[in-house]
C-alpha cells in the first residue's frame, strides 16, 4: 500500500474551514484516498473516501489533484467538536483492504 | 452510518487471567472483521483480521496464541487475550466491513488494564 505523510499538527479557529493536506505521492491507480478520525479515546470514524473526482458529504470536502499526489480534507466550519486525530490512508478497497493508519494530524480547533 | 458495538467498554483484570472482548456489527452484516492495538499517544496498529467462519490471519509480530480471534458469525467476532500481563495493557477497538471496497466502521474500544 502506498505510504501518506501529514503535518503532525494543525490548528484552526472555531467556524473557519480546516484545511488538512495530505501527500501520497507513490498512489496506484486503483487505490482510493480515504479519511478517519480519532476524537480522543474514542474509535476513528469514518469521514470520506474517493478515488479521483472530488467527494462531498455531510462532514467534509475531499479535493484530490489531477496527478492523484495529494489531497486536502476540508472541514467547511470547523467546531470545537473537531478537535481529533485525522488519518489519511490509501487503500485499493479489494479483497487484501485492510487500513493501515498512520501518525495522522493532531487538528486543534481554537475558541 | 453502520454502528459497530464493543463489550466491555474498559475492563480490569490481574495477571494471568484472560479476557474476552466482544465485537458487534449492529445493522450490517460484517464479512470481515479487524482487530487493533493501540498504545497512549500512538496509532492504531492492526493486531488481525478475520473473515466470518474461517480462521484470523495476524500480522507479524502478533502472537495467535496469545490473542485468540473467533469470527463464529457475521456480526460477532471475538478476541481473548489469554494470560494477560500488564504490558497487555492497551486499547483494543475492532472494525467490520460488510463488503471488498465498503469502508470500515470501528467500534468505540475497550481499554484493557492488567494489574
Known amino acids: 500500500d502506498a505510504k501518506t505523510t501529514q503535518p503532525p499538527s494543525m490548528d484552526c479557529a472555531e467556524g473557519r474551514a480546516a484545511n488538512l493536506p495530505c501527500n501520497h505521492s507513490?498512489?496506484?491507480?486503483?487505490?482510493?484516498v480515504y479519511w478517519y478520525r480519532q476524537i480522543h479515546s474514542q474509535g476513528p470514524q469514518y469521514i470520506i473516501h474517493g478515488l479521483k473526482n472530488n467527494e462531498t458529504n455531510e462532514m467534509a470536502s475531499l479535493i484530490i489533484t489531477e496527478d492523484r499526489k495529494s489531497s486536502t480534507l476540508i472541514l467547511p466550519h470547523a467546531t470545537l467538536r473537531d478537535t481529533a486525530v485525522y488519518y489519511c490512508?490509501?487503500?485499493?478497497?479489494?479483497?487484501?483492504?485492510?487500513?493501515?493508519f498512520g501518525k495522522g494530524t493532531l487538528l486543534t480547533v481554537n475558541p | 452510518g453502520a454502528v459497530v458495538s464493543q463489550h466491555p467498554s474498559w475492563v480490569i483484570c490481574k495477571s494471568g487471567t484472560s479476557v474476552k472482548i466482544e465485537c458487534r456489527s449492529l445493522?450490517?452484516?460484517?464479512?470481515?472483521m479487524f482487530w487493533y492495538r493501540q498504545f497512549p499517544k500512538q496509532s492504531l496498529m492492526l493486531m488481525a483480521t478475520?473473515?466470518?467462519?474461517?480462521?484470523?490471519?495476524?500480522e507479524q509480530g502478533v502472537e495467535k496464541d496469545k490473542f485468540l480471534i473467533n469470527h463464529a458469525s457475521l456480526t460477532l467476532s471475538t478476541l481473548t487475550v489469554t494470560s494477560a500481563h500488564p504490558e497487555d495493557s492497551s486499547f483494543y477497538i475492532c472494525?467490520?466491513?460488510?463488503?471488498?471496497?465498503?469502508?470500515?466502521?470501528f467500534g468505540p474500544g475497550t481499554r484493557l488494564t492488567v494489574t
Open positions: 472494525s467490520a466491513r460488510g463488503s471488498p471496497g465498503y469502508e470500515q466502521y
Open positions: 445493522d450490517f452484516q460484517a464479512t470481515t
Open positions: 478475520s473473515n466470518e467462519g474461517s480462521k484470523a490471519t495476524y
Open positions: 507513490t498512489i496506484s491507480g486503483n487505490e482510493y
Open positions: 490512508i490509501v487503500d485499493s478497497g479489494g479483497s487484501n483492504y485492510k487500513l493501515t
